[in-house]
């Protein structure tokens, strides 16, 4: 059974940083493009960063020199590091792993973890 579990999230002031994880279990999470995506209320699931398997990192543009996705292959983690966090950045943020080129098949969510950025 394929879970992916986030973690880290809260309450911040603006300003400050946060740092997100995911746990991935029962895939071989190195295969995988993983990827952080939030929805605020009222809005749809937009994408903030992903990652390829071999490292290539990609940011939406609202996110860009503030935030930081890494992983950790041997610990099937991914990580999101959120610095100079504003209010507009406040949303459910969720852990996605996708195999490239299987989308269909092997696309999995995690459940998601609460930002909330108060001004």
């Known amino acids: 059974q394929v879970q992916l579990v986030e973690s880290g999230g809260g309450l911040m002031q603006a300003g400050g940083s946060l740092t997100l994880s995911c746990a991935a279990s029962?895939?071989?999470?190195?295969?995988?493009?993983m990827g952080w995506y939030r929805q605020a209320p009222g809005n749809q699931r937009e994408v903030v960063a992903t990652?390829?398997?071999?490292?290539?990192?990609n940011y939406a543009d609202s996110v860009k020199g503030r935030f930081t996705i890494s992983r950790d292959n041997a610990k099937n983690m991914v990580y999101l590091q959120m610095n100079s966090l504003k209010p507009e950045d406040t949303a459910v943020y969720y852990c996605n792993a996708v195999l490239p080129d299987r989308s269909r098949q092997y696309n999995y969510w995690g459940h998601g973890t609460q930002v909330t950025v108060s001004s």
């Open positions: 990652i390829s398997s071999s490292g290539s990192a």
């Open positions: 029962g895939i071989w999470a190195r295969l995988y493009t």
